[in-house]
């Protein structure tokens, strides 16, 4: 059976998170299917990769390794992965959702007719039957994503097109060590044949990186504000509970909209997926959209003064009350007894 690729990003020499995340599914899924897992690095000076990519799983590791592929540039990357995908026809191939992976994956699947999900939350293994055919399909890639601005969660299919394709988000998926590394093996890809003089003519003459000043991915405690907090002044009590307890602040779409909260700070499909061990909401009524970006919190507090709110049926406690009388008491009692 054909197996698994995941594209491996790579920035000055490091893999990022997205495509560990996306080998330790793919991992999960290539043992559902009983295939591979391979994994595709095109980069500069990438000797020794396979060492860390083995350890989320990876069987295989394919790489192109040349000073023409670092910086990433979208004709030669584009065209490595297209010859690779056609030489090898894996039956599915994932990218981080990240402006690398939204830049290559639309046009992979376009030069090889294939479909693509973007912004998949989840990926499983699943059987269709086409009830007007009656053909009956195994072992397709469900890919799942919240459509129609946030009010459903759609599971889209791509029963006769191959590679079947999808982008994930980062942080969507979990991060973890294989129970049984891969064995890594790397095979060279065979890049000459596959550029052509054209994919080079654009050079990157400077490039300007510019650091994210706000982080709130890996943060162990969020205090997150909606439009419910009522205004930007208001939306200062959510700040004064997050340094009280030591966390980051985290904003709904709705708020950042409307001037409350940098974009930085958005939770959500639209922002960043967080999975912190306490996520406070306040004034967020919890559409798809945002839970989608917070409902794998280890513990989650929601403040609210709408009891049938829906972020309250993800929530572990739910305070009903006006957020701007429930906040300043919180932030008083923690005082009182962390002394």
């Given amino acids: 059976m054909n197996n698994l690729f995941v594209y491996i990003e790579i920035e000055n020499g490091t893999v990022a998170d997205v495509s560990l995340e996306l080998l330790t599914k793919g991992r999960e899924l290539a043992d559902t299917l009983g295939c591979k897992l391979e994994a595709v690095a095109i980069g500069e000076k990438l000797s020794g990769i396979e060492k860390e990519l083995a350890k989320y799983g990876a069987d295989t590791v394919w790489v192109a390794d040349d000073k023409e592929f670092a910086p990433y540039r979208t004709l030669p990357h584009c065209s490595v992965v297209c010859g690779l995908i056609e030489q090898e026809k894996p039956q599915i191939v994932l990218f981080g959702a990240t402006p690398v992976g939204r830049d290559l994956a639309p046009r992979v699947s376009s030069t090889l007719h294939s479909g693509l999900t973007a912004d998949c939350t ?5 059987e269709h039957k086409d009830m007007k055919s009656g053909k009956e399909y195994k072992n397709l890639l469900y890919q799942i994503r919240p459509a129609f601005g946030g009010n459903i969660i759609a599971t889209i299919i791509n029963p006769d097109h191959r590679p079947q394709m999808a982008t994930v988000r980062e942080g969507v998926m979990k991060k973890e060590y294989a ?4 064995n890594g093996e790397v095979k060279q890809i065979d890049w000459k044949k596959f550029l052509k003089d ?12 510019e650091e994210r000043k706000i982080n709130i991915k890996n943060a162990g405690i969020i205090v997150a504000g909606g439009y419910g907090m009522g205004s930007k ?9 997050a340094e009280v307890l030591g966390g980051e602040v985290g904003a709904s779409r709705a708020a950042v909209d409307a001037g409350f909260a940098d974009h930085a700070r958005q939770v959500g499909q639209t922002g ?7 996520y ?10 945002h839970t989608a970006g917070m409902d794998q919190s280890a513990m989650v ?14 929530a572990d406690y739910a305070i009903t009350g006006d957020v701007n009388e429930v906040i300043p008491k919180m932030i008083k009692y923690y005082k009182q007894n962390s002394k």
């Fill in 179 to 182: 129970a049984k590394p891969g």
């Fill in 280 to 289: 406070i909401a306040c004034g967020i009524s919890g559409q798809i959209q």
């Fill in 233 to 241: 002044e208001n939306f200062q009590l959510v700040h004064e509970l």
């Fill in 198 to 209: 054209s994919d080079l003519v654009v050079r990157i003459v400077e490039r300007h990186i």
């Fill in 301 to 314: 507090i929601s403040i609210n003064s709408d009891p049938n709110a829906p972020i309250n049926k993800i």
């Fill in 272 to 278: 960043v997926t967080v999975r912190p061990k306490l």
């Fill in 122 to 126: 989840s990926l499983v293994i699943g």
